[in-house]
C-alpha cells in the first residue's frame, strides 16, 4: 500500500507539473505544441537521468524512485517512460523489438486515436 502511494503522490505532483507546463509555455499560435514539446523532452531526461543514479548509485532508494520516476515522471508524460523502455530494449540487443514499439506505437497510437475519433461522431 506503501508503494501505491508512492507512486499516487509523485503522479499527482507530475500532472500538476505538467498543467504548470502548460500554463507556461503558451501555444504561440504557430500551430506547434510547444508545451507538450518541452514536457516530454524534460520528462524523458529527467527519468534517464533519475534511472542511471537510481542502477548506478546509492543515491536513489526504491522508494525514492518510485515516487519521482514512476510517479512524478508517469505523471508527467508517458513519453519519458516510452523512451526509458526503448533505451532498455536496445540495451539488451533488441533492435526488433525497439524498432517494432518505436513504430508500433507511433503508427498504432494515431490510428487508435483517429478510430476513437470516428467512434465518437457515431454519438454527435
Known amino acids: 500500500m506503501g508503494n501505491m502511494l ?7 505532483l507530475g500532472s500538476v507539473a505538467r498543467y504548470l507546463v502548460a500554463l507556461a509555455v503558451p501555444f504561440a499560435g504557430t500551430g506547434f505544441p510547444f508545451a507538450t ?28 524512485r518510485l515516487f519521482l520516476v ?7 508524460t508517458t513519453f519519458s517512460s516510452y523512451m526509458y523502455e526503448n533505451a532498455a530494449l536496445i540495451r539488451d540487443g533488441q533492435v526488433f523489438y525497439t524498432t517494432l514499439y518505436l513504430a508500433g506505437s507511433i503508427a498504432g497510437g494515431f490510428l ?5 475519433m470516428l467512434t465518437a461522431k457515431l454519438w454527435t
Not at 508512492?6 to 499527482?12: C, E, Q, S, W
Not at 514512476?70 to 508527467?76: E, N
Open 37 to 64: 514539446f518541452a514536457v516530454n523532452m524534460l520528462g524523458s531526461f529527467f527519468i534517464g537521468l533519475l534511472s542511471e543514479l537510481a542502477v548506478s548509485t546509492t543515491m536513489l532508494s526504491p522508494e525514492t
Open 6 to 12: 508512492l507512486v499516487g503522490a509523485g503522479g499527482f
Open 70 to 76: 514512476t510517479g512524478f515522471c508517469g505523471g508527467f
Open 112 to 116: 487508435a486515436l483517429y478510430s476513437g
